[in-house]
Nanobody, 113 residues
Framework: DMKLVESGGGLVQPGGSLRLSCAAS????????MKWVRQTPGRGVEWVAS????????SYKDPVKGRFTISRDNAKNILYLQLNSLKTEDTGMYYC??????RGQGTQVTVSS
């Protein structure tokens, strides 16, 4: 069965960093474009970043450009999101998601002083 398991969230102060991971199983991971989305209070679910199957192409929501980096290790079937220079407005539940909308259970990121 297709499965996505996110981890790496936590509580961090503004300006801090986190690295999120998403372990994939049950499908040909390297064939799937992947993305990170987040659900934030008041803004609903919003797209954050995407990456193509080989990992050679990425795109980002404007507010996270230059702060977040999406990457993948197709040998290990893991998707990553490096979060730097975190802001309070980055607080939310972060999910990895396949191109056709299959999503994991999420990992909570809380940015607060």
């Amino acid at each position: 069965d297709m499965k996505l398991v996110e981890s790496g969230g936590g509580l961090v102060q503004p300006g801090g960093s986190l690295r999120l991971s998403c372990a994939a199983s049950g499908f040909e991971f390297n064939q799937y474009p992947m993305k990170w989305v987040r659900q934030t209070p008041g803004r609903g679910v919003e797209w954050v970043a995407s990456i193509n199957g080989p990992g050679t192409g990425t795109s980002y929501k404007d507010p996270v450009k230059g702060r977040f980096t999406i990457s993948r290790d197709n040998a290990k079937n893991i998707l990553y999101l490096q979060l730097n220079s975190l802001k309070t407005e980055d607080t939310g539940m972060y999910y990895c998601e396949t191109a056709d909308g299959f999503r994991g259970q999420g990992t909570q990121v809380t940015v607060s002083s």
